[in-house]
């Protein structure tokens, strides 16, 4: 089966500064990915959808200086949160859809964040 | 854009008993509904999801219902086991040949008691 990898698995870090999570798609080309954040006991919620390639595409009121993704290639995106603070503490997933998977969506483990 | 409810938040059942979770969403326009589990601080799984162009959809104990006049779709388990406890999410999305972004429901968190 597609199997899609996150990285890292959790991350703590100091108010102010920046971190990066990576989502990379194993055995197969990710024309897609989407991001998810996920508070404790809450659903997923859709934070962007990126295009290899394109600019992401943010949901209202994700802010999208905050929230940097990248989708440089068919198998890896980035999510940068800058400047990051204690609200920004969240689950963090990725999810990746390919040509030829006939839609597919594959989640990446998740990113645990959090800032002190 | 597409918004999706889900009912109830919580479920308890004994084991044995059946559970169903309900879910509307509004976008006449969608036509992929997955359901996933979840468990703590784990990835959703997928563990069944139906097309707008089937009724209904088994799969062993669990089972999915379409109703797409009404926009609403629903997943039934039965003979429920301790370890089918877990948060289950139903979703919505417009499935084009590369997979549109899913819309999660708020989620049901199912105890299922021994």
Known sequence: GAVVSQHPSRVICKSGTSVKIECRSLDFQATTMFWYRQFPKQSLMLMATSNEGSKATYEQGVEKDKFLINHASLTLSTLTVTSAHPEDSSFYICSASGSGRAGELFFGEGSRLTVL | ?114
Not at chain 2, 1 to 23: F, R, W
Not at chain 2, 53 to 82: C, M, W, Y
């Open chain 2, 1 to 114: 854009g597409e918004n999706v409810e889900q009912h109830p938040s919580t479920l308890s059942v004994q084991e044995g008993d059946s559970a169903v979770i309900k879910c509307t969403y509004s976008d006449s326009a969608s036509n992929y509904f997955p359901w996933y589990k979840q468990e703590l601080g784990k990835r959703p799984q997928l563990i069944i999801d139906i097309r707008s162009n089937v009724g209904e959809k088994k799969d062993q104990r669990i089972a999915v219902t379409l109703n797409k006049t009404a926009k609403h779709f629903s997943l039934h388990i039965t003979e429920t086991q301790p370890e089918d406890s877990a948060v289950y999410f139903c979703a919505a999305s417009m499935r084009e040949n590369q997979g549109g972004k899913l819309i999660f429901g708020q989620g049901t968190e199912l105890s299922v008691k021994p």
